[in-house]
């Protein structure tokens, strides 16, 4: 059963990034608390996928149900936010991530508890979590098919564009967005780029006491599920903080039919970090799985 909404007033803004003055990012800010200050009013950020948007799968959903205000936002070259959409600009997104901050933090005096991160915007999200100074005051983390083995971008594409990188270098990725089409051309460069980063940096550089829910789709065909176990080792290593990994037997990468399910699983948990009550193992919601 879903959680019931909580959101008092929505409002869009349009930042624009302090390193390319030319571009900006559109967001949402979803506030729950009308009549009190938002100044050190704690904050969760909602990060989407790559060829995603604001909007799609649980993110919308969760954002109006959550307890406390949240923000997100279109990363560069996604629905609102202009392009080029590049494979390779995942330090694009750190900098579109830490410009939202800073703004929400100027213009309101948000302070970022809770980040909520899909695919590649929580593999980044990640990353941005352990090298902020913005982020030092995060609690929780989820981290919903994130990617950890960047290689495994190589096996998702198919033979044809195998046999296009290369006889030519490149191919042109084509996608429906926000039921707009889609298209970015992917070069082989890019794709090399894109599998050097290394996700292996959250065994030391993550926060010790940032508490981290891992959700991932047994049936993921674009991440393997292994990739969460790997998470789920980096982040049950830790003293302080918990980690909790729950896998869904019939989830795909993108939890298709799942939103409500999925936003729901987030608030539990999210209210159980809040209770203090959070302990590192497999997430375990009480209900006995049916046989």
Known sequence: MAAPITTKKTTRHTITLPNAPDRF????????ALDQPTQGRKLALILHGAMGHKDYLYQKRLAHRLPIDSFRFDFRGNHESPGPWLLDGLFDDVEDIEAAVAYLHEHYGYVVDLVVGHSRGSVMGMYWVSISKAARHVRGYVNASGRYRMRGIFDNQSDERHALL??????????????????????????????????????????????????????DKVVPVFDAVLYARAFGARNAGTHSLHLIETADHNFTGMQDDIAATILEWWDHLEQEKLKTGVWNTGVRPKL
């Open 25 to 32: 990012i559109v967001g949402v800010l979803e506030q729950v």
């Open 166 to 219: 290369r006889k030519q270098g490149w191919f042109e990725e084509r996608q429906t967005v926000a039921r707009k089409p889609f298209r970015a051309i992917v070069t082989l460069e890019q794709l090399e780029a894109f599998a050097r980063f290394n996700a292996a940096h959250v065994w030391d550089d993550f926060p010790q006491s940032t508490h981290v829910l891992t959700l991932h789709g047994v049936q």
